[in-house]
């Protein structure tokens, strides 16, 4: 079984600053984990899929990091501004088909 | 291009009645899921399908059931309601990748659910 634990549960930051959210899974047998991003009262979006092979994953201000190795991952947010208010969520997978979550880190940005 | 529909996005039941949550996806992605998310806590698989006439159990499937007869449907059944399914249920899809590891999760907006 997967266990995932994304650490701090919550996090407020001013705008402008450079931020990194935690992720740790239990089982580092995967091929690939999955950042969301999950806005109040709304479904989960995609944010970045990384590989194992890749360790690193960019997409505009976002990067995410994977290290199999020790079972962690990060998700840097960098110039954070109001609109990156939300929560994230980190998915490794389960098993070949399924995805895991963790519970989150509720972000919120202070302008 | 609609992506992951899920219908209704709002149901009140009263205990002991069924119903059934509808999901579509126009992506012909083979993988479907349904989550549930309860207040503070993390996404719980109910069920999933990796292909037409396949469905298999997650997490939390007892009081659920499935069928996936398409590859665009994935219907969500709740027979005889109890208030421990009061919840927010999410349908999600995705396409399959190396070594039958899911792809990029797309996901519906939710329905929110009420047993009282």
């Known amino acids: 079984k997967q266990e995932v634990t994304q650490i701090p549960a919550a996090l407020s930051v001013p705008e402008g600053e450079n931020l990194v959210l935690n992720c740790s899974f239990t089982?580092?047998?995967?091929?690939?984990l999955q950042w969301f991003r999950q806005d109040p009262g709304k479904g989960l979006t995609s944010l970045l899929l990384i590989q194992s092979s890749q360790r690193e994953q960019t997409s505009g201000r976002l990067n995410a990091s994977l290290d199999k190795s020790s079972g962690r991952s990060t998700l840097y947010i960098a110039a954070s501004q109001p609109g990156d208010s939300a929560t994230y969520l980190c998915a490794p997978p389960f098993g070949n088909e399924k995805l895991t979550f963790g519970t989150g880190t509720r972000l919120t940005i202070i302008p | 291009n609609a992506g992951v529909t899920q219908t209704p996005k709002f149901r009140i039941l009263k205990i002991g009645q069924s119903m059934t949550l509808q999901c579509a996806q126009d992506m012909n992605h083979n993988y479907m899921y349904w989550y549930r998310q309860d207040p503070g806590m993390g996404l719980k698989l109910i069920y999933y399908?990796?292909?037409?006439?396949?469905?298999d159990k997650g997490e939390v499937p007892n009081g659920y059931n499935v069928s996936r007869s398409t590859t665009e449907d994935f219907p969500l059944r709740l027979e005889l309601a109890a208030p421990s399914q009061t919840s927010v249920y999410f349908c999600?899809?995705?396409?399959?990748?190396?070594?039958?590891?899911?792809?990029?999760?797309?996901f519906g907006e939710g329905s929110r659910l009420t047993v009282l």
């Open positions: 089982d580092s047998a995967i091929y690939n």
């Open positions: 399908s990796v292909g037409a006439g396949i469905t």
């Open positions: 999600a899809s995705s396409s399959s990748r190396d070594w039958g590891y899911p792809g990029e999760l797309f």
